[in-house]
């Protein structure tokens, strides 16, 4: 007899089916209606939280009309804060209060491998020395929905610079905090906890490659990865590690969390290709977050012009997934 058993880190089809069809619209629509307060309730309730973040009076910072997306709309700041994947704090999308338990200050950035000089900087020194911006950029997961959403933060490249690595350094290995003791998903022996992830200096330095401390305006709420989080728009939204607290320059290629559970589906690229399905679904088309929308996916998600070539010359490698 064979038993197939369900995995722990497989998706339920709710994630990969346009939400319309999953559930019946009207009775979406009326649950929505009756959870409308508490819902608002507790976004005001996570704003209120944000505003003590002791860099708050940072925010809002210059928008850089350089990076802007123009085909779709914003996602609303109470869909994007109130649908997330922070495993950490459950493997499902309502986790913005679980992750409230997680204390951002003080905090602190280890950065060490192949570097001049190892060194652990405070985050509110860091934030003190980066040049921040807003970017407005797409996020599209890899479970086929997305979203856009106004970062705020700095360019990744002027922390490699910060770093000074070595010659020696030929990716970035990024870490994300470890305490089962707040976070209860890191209780589940069978995730290979931290979260960690992975890209090579030439990503890291490319234009596109951010760091967001902020996001609408405001620092981050928790729940977006607070206080420093990976936004690498062209890949899929699993690269774009949250909370960091370590950053790693190697000579060999990190392997990565999700690599390490599933590496046929989750790979080290991962870079957004809507003609290479998923092992279990299509990729050609994704679900724009809050609404029933789909819209057909782009190449690099509509980033091909910035980042394609980093990848020529490639072609033995699986660079979608
Ligand atoms: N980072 C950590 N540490 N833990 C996670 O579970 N989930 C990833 C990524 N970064 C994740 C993470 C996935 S699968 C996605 S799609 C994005 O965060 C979701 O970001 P969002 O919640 O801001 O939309």
Redesign the pocket.
Known sequence: MTIFQKRPWELPERDVTPEAVFLNRRSFMTGLLATGTALGAGIAARSAFAEEDPSAQLYPVKRNDGFQVDDRPMTEEGI?ST??????FGSHKQIADAAQALSIRPWTVTIDGEVEEAQTIDIDGLLAKMPLEERIYR?R???AWS?VVPWSGFPLAELVKLSKPTSKAKYLRFE?FHNPKVASGQKQSWYPWP?VEGLTIEEATNDLAFMATGVYGKPLAK???APL?LAVPWKY??K????IVRISFTSERPVSFWEEIQGKEYGFWANVNPSVPHRRWSQASERLLGTDLRRNTLLFNGYEEQVAHLYKGMEGELLYM
């Not at 774009?240 to 909370?243: D, T």
């Open positions: 994007a649908y997330n994947n922070f495993y950490e996020h997961c890899v479970e979203m994300t979260y729940q977006f990865g989080r939204g699993f774009s590690i949250k909370s």
